[in-house]
């Protein structure tokens, strides 16, 4: 059976001489994986269509382990997200996030706009990328089912948002009187509860007008990649170690 569906390449793996195996997030199969044949031949008209971030309109059919692609054609390669270190790392950590958590062939076409919207936004930021990868954080674990409960107490309902800390476990912020029992509490004060809640709800090309110090981006990204390596059961991003050994050789 053949099947017409726009998809964002996540991963491409070498197969045998020239093949690929692609993993590809597509908008109405959710996360698959394709095999596009030949695609490492010089002449292959698959090239450009199989690289990791290219958004393409696929024709494809579906066999007994893989999908296999029989035309692609190039929506947005979205290239110049290749032009600074720092860009294209936060780059693949969005692929690897949506790679990571999402189970093979479910639905999302939330998370896929979500994903295209945040390539495309990537793809034209030149500073300021940690701003916009919280604020995308912030919106990825809320279309994935673990929005952030962050209007009072997760917990008792308290409104008092003067003295509180934010509950991996219970998945929102935490007044002092609960955070007692809860051990697996981060530490946040009322500015940062304040830019987080503006960055959830800030749509993302528009977070560029909107002034943050760095201290708080750190600590706020911090915490969304323990609240996220929570929810989908993972321990670590490697694009995140990636970056993380980068800037200890004073990279960037
Ligand atoms: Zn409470």
């Given at each position: 059976?053949?099947?017409?569906?726009?998809?964002?390449?996540?991963?491409?793996?070498?197969?045998?001489?020239?093949?690929?195996?692609?993993?590809?997030?597509?908008?109405?199969?959710?996360?698959?994986?394709?095999?596009?044949?030949?695609?490492?031949?010089?002449?292959?008209?698959?090239?450009?269509?199989?690289?990791?971030?290219?958004?393409?309109?696929?024709?494809?059919?579906?066999?007994?382990?893989?999908?296999?692609?029989?035309?692609?054609?190039?929506?947005?390669?979205?290239?110049?997200?290749?032009?600074?270190?720092?860009?294209?790392?936060?780059?693949?950590?969005?692929?690897?996030?949506?790679?990571?958590?999402?189970?093979?062939?479910?639905?999302?076409?939330?998370?896929?706009?979500?994903?295209?919207?945040?390539?495309?936004?990537?793809?034209?930021?030149?500073?300021d990328?940690l701003k916009?990868?919280v604020?995308?954080?912030?919106?990825?674990?809320?279309?994935?089912?673990?929005?952030?409960?962050?209007?009072?107490?997760?917990?008792?309902?308290?409104?008092?948002?003067?003295?509180?800390?934010?509950?991996?476990?219970?998945?929102?912020?935490?007044?002092?009187?609960?955070?007692?029992?809860?051990?697996?509490?981060e530490r946040m004060d009322?500015y940062m509860?304040e830019v987080m809640?503006?960055?959830?709800?800030?749509?993302?090309?528009?977070?560029?007008?909107?002034n943050i110090p760095k201290d708080v981006m750190f600590n706020l990204h911090d915490i969304?990649?323990?609240?996220?390596?929570?929810?989908?059961?993972?321990?670590?991003?490697?694009?995140?170690?990636?970056?993380?050994?980068?800037e200890?050789?004073?990279?960037?």
């Amino acid at each position: 059976m053949m099947s017409k569906t726009q998809g964002i390449v996540l991963k491409e793996i070498r197969f045998k001489e020239t093949s690929k195996i692609l993993n590809i997030y597509t908008k109405k199969f959710g996360r698959i994986h394709a095999m596009a044949r030949g695609a490492y031949k010089p002449k292959s008209q698959l090239i450009a269509n199989t690289q990791p971030f290219s958004l393409n309109e696929y024709d494809f059919y579906k066999g007994k382990n893989f999908y296999y692609i029989t035309q692609a054609d190039i929506i947005d390669s979205f290239y110049s997200i290749r032009e600074n270190m720092e860009k294209l790392i936060y780059g693949y950590y969005m692929l690897e996030l949506v790679e990571k958590s999402t189970p093979e062939e479910e639905e999302n076409e939330k998370l896929f706009l979500l994903l295209e919207k945040g390539l495309r936004v990537l793809s034209k930021l030149d500073k300021d990328f940690l701003k916009f990868i919280v604020s995308y954080e912030l919106k990825f674990i809320s279309f994935l089912g673990y929005k952030p409960y962050i209007e009072k107490c997760v917990v008792c309902k308290n409104e008092d948002t003067s003295n509180i800390k934010f509950s991996i476990k219970e998945g929102g912020i935490i007044c002092s009187n609960c955070s007692i029992m809860e051990p697996y509490s981060e530490r946040m004060d009322k500015y940062m509860y304040e830019v987080m809640k503006t960055l959830l709800y800030t749509p993302l090309n528009k977070i560029i007008q909107i002034n943050i110090p760095k201290d708080v981006m750190f600590n706020l990204h911090d915490i969304l990649v323990k609240y996220i390596l929570y929810n989908i059961d993972r321990k670590e991003f490697n694009s995140l170690n990636l970056m993380k050994s980068l800037e200890n050789n004073g990279g960037c």
